[in-house]
């Protein structure tokens, strides 16, 4: 996750959108200005609340440039299709190419929002793209990651259809095992809340959990909860790379115009690979509902 410099709330800021507004209602160059103006703005947002930058390493392609990496000829590559589902490589070789897929959304706006210089809404509008491809990027991500993670790297939980401390415990020496420090657990709020009625937890923790909604450190790993998870996994990601997110095409907006339906609006689009290089690095709980 990263932060940038556009306040979209600061006076100046304001003003230049309420400038462009007014100008995009009358010419087509007015709207493509327009369009170039919202990119930073969504840009922004994207990486203000993106996980996959904490779990891939990015990597931004020079221009032409494949999305072609090394990997163990005894393991398997894996990543995402054009589709969103994830595929693997075949044992024996020794690179892999990650495809490039592109990851849009086309938000649309009533005219009269321009006319009437309604930047609200125009700021609502902003964020719901980027809201809309973030998730789509995080969706991805944590897609290629859990059907990355082997067999002998899962932990399942077979009863009471919730996550154990001690299967957490056993998912987490898998990477000690192998001399690595877990940096990440990836799970859903739901998973989170049954961490919260452990026994072993101290009473200082649990009282600090239930007053600020927060399980910061648990064995040497951040906990991140997200919407974007299984609700059924728990993803446990080591301080060590284990794959690529593969930028070909930063975010770029261009402007649509509908005239007949007194609409217009933004062809929002970006485009990148995600993939997995060393799943051996990985493990994960599943809960058997």
Request: aromatic share 4%; hydrophobic share 40%; glycine share 6%.
């Amino acid at each position: 996750m990263e932060t940038t410099g556009i306040d979209v709330h600061s006076q100046e800021y304001m003003e230049a959108m309420a400038a462009l507004l007014s100008e995009a209602v009358s010419t087509d160059e007015g709207l493509k200005a327009l369009a170039a103006a919202i990119a930073a703005p969504i840009d922004q947002e994207i990486k203000r609340k993106e996980i996959t930058s904490l779990l891939l390493t990015k990597q931004n392609l020079p221009k032409g440039e494949p999305a072609k990496y090394q990997k163990k000829p005894k393991v398997k590559a894996y990543w995402i299709s054009k589709n969103g589902e994830a595929q693997e490589s075949v044992l024996g070789e020794d690179e892999v190419e990650f495809p490039i897929n592109r990851i849009h959304s086309t938000p649309m706006v009533d005219i009269s929002v321009l006319k009437h210089g309604n930047i609200g809404t125009l700021t609502d509008i902003q964020k719901a793209a980027a809201t809309e491809i973030r998730k789509e990027i995080d969706k991805r991500t944590l897609t290629v990651i859990s059907a990355a993670i082997p067999a002998e790297n899962t932990i399942t939980v077979t009863s009471g259809g919730k996550l154990t401390e001690d299967a957490l415990n056993e998912a987490l020496s898998i990477l000690e095992d192998l001399e690595l420090a877990p940096s990440t657990i990836i799970m859903r709020g739901a998973r989170f809340n049954d961490m919260r009625s452990w026994e072993g937890i101290d009473p200082q923790t649990k009282l600090e959990l239930r007053q600020k909604g927060i399980y910061k450190v648990y064995g040497g790993a951040n906990i991140l909860t997200t919407a974007a998870a299984n609700m059924s996994e728990i993803i446990i990601v080591p301080d060590e790379e284990i794959g690529k997110w593969a930028i070909r095409q930063a975010l770029s907006t261009e402007s649509v115009y509908k005239a007949l339906k007194f609409k217009t609006g933004w062809l929002v689009w970006m485009e990148c690979a995600q993939g997995v290089t060393r799943p051996e690095l990985l493990a994960k709980v599943v809960i058997n509902q």
